[in-house]
């Protein structure tokens, strides 16, 4: 289950803001900042757990970044010299992924953000550089991009071939057009396709997936600038050709759903692969809360590699339509060998993102992205 910035989910009673910022990583913190000369780490504790209570997940991290203010020298230079004291060694260089960092460590970005940004840029960005080798630092380059880009992109021109694989990842994900949380960025998209370009042929898995997640979301404002990137990276040959065709098929994946030609065409499926559908309906009307249930025959005259997604198209009160795609299969059609699909899709009642409401929808099936079968079926309440 996706989580919020609440940090809420996961089932009931369930907390990650609990599960992150509770007496355990406050002491851890406590302990950290103890180094500092004239820094109390009992009054931060207490006061730090006093205040969580009330907050979210990203509450709770501005109270921590209130609570380690208040004993730090308030002239920024002095007080980013103090956050850089503290701060733990750089996460294991040895890594190659899933090392994001403990929340805990955002704060020298929240700081650096709230009594850096205006008056001394490049000395926050000077500790974002060192803070994002202990916590991802994508959410707070961000406001410097928007307040000063070209000084920005700018290192972001130099970090981009760092020896430390955290902060070349910063580079593509604080860059990303659609980051989930972060505020946006009013930097023209396209504008970081050449850090990309430096970034698919890395060694780590940690970068590669973030540069894969950045051409998605480049792929939902300028589909053909993602395709034709792609294609050149085949052509340079800079990275092992396994790992560029998982980040192709990452970096296509809204494309794939939407049906787009071209990208499915680099995957190797075709617009028009020889193929034909049967779609058949276990029944015509469903309730909600119950499912629906229906099987596909896809049948060809010719070896051909097939993507097999369903479409459900639904009716609303306002006579208004909308429709959501759903991945079904992905396997290869030969003569005489038809691919035999079963799927029962659960029409949920207690969604909290959708709402089912009775009437006539449509079910359709697409083959590399081109509708191949279409069937009604009727909603009745639950």
């Not at 959410?139 to 970090?159: G, K």
């Not at 787009?260 to 075709?270: I, S, T």
Request: aromatic residues 8%; neutral net charge.
């Amino acid at each position: 289950m996706a989580r919020g910035p609440d940090g809420k989910g996961g089932g009931a009673g369930f907390s990650l803001a609990d599960q992150l910022f509770n007496a355990d990583s406050i002491g851890q913190m406590a302990a950290e900042y103890a180094v500092l000369p004239g820094f109390d780490p009992e009054l931060f504790r207490s006061t730090a757990l006093a205040g969580m209570a009330s907050r979210g997940l990203l509450e709770r991290l501005d109270f921590l970044a209130d609570c380690v203010a208040n004993q730090l020298p308030q002239d920024f230079p002095a007080m980013a010299g103090a956050l850089e004291a503290a701060m733990l060694p750089p996460l294991d260089p040895t890594r190659t992924d899933d090392d994001f960092g403990k929340f805990i460590h955002a704060v020298p970005g929240i700081l650096a953000v709230r009594h850096g940004l205006e008056d001394h840029r490049d000395r926050a960005l000077d500790l974002i550089y060192s803070a994002t080798q202990r916590f991802s630092m994508e959410f707070y380059i961000r406001p410097f991009l928007n307040r000063w880009p070209d000084e920005t992109l700018a290192r972001l021109d130099r970090w981009v071939s760092d020896d430390n694989y955290h902060v070349r990842r910063l580079v593509s994900e604080g860059t990303r057009p659609r980051l989930p949380w972060a505020r946006n960025i009013t930097l023209d998209p396209l504008v970081p396709l050449r850090y990309l370009d430096a970034l698919h042929g890395d060694p780590t898995r940690y970068v590669t997936r973030s540069v894969a997640n950045h051409m998605n979301d480049i792929s939902k404002i300028a589909p053909d600038s993602v395709v034709g990137r792609l294609h050149a990276w085949r052509s340079g040959g800079r990275q092992q050709a396994r790992e560029l065709d998982w980040m192709t098929r990452h970096a296509l994946r809204t494309a794939v759903k939407r049906g787009e030609a071209p990208a499915l065409a680099l995957l190797g499926y075709a617009a028009d692969a020889p193929v034909e559908v049967a779609l058949k309906l276990g029944t015509e009307r469903v309730a909600v809360g119950e499912l629906l249930r229906f099987a596909v025959a896809v049948t060809g005259d010719a070896d051909c590699a097939v993507i097999v997604d369903y479409r459900i198209v639904f009716a609303r009160p306002d006579g208004r339509s909308g429709e959501k795609v759903f991945k079904l299969k992905t396997g290869k059609v030969k003569p005489g060998i038809p691919l035999m699909l079963e799927k029962a899709h659960r029409l949920k009642g207690d969604a909290t993102t959708f709402r089912w409401h009775p009437g006539t929808h449509a079910l359709v099936v697409q083959v590399n992205g081109v509708d191949r079968a279409r069937t009604m079926f009727e909603v009745v309440p639950g």
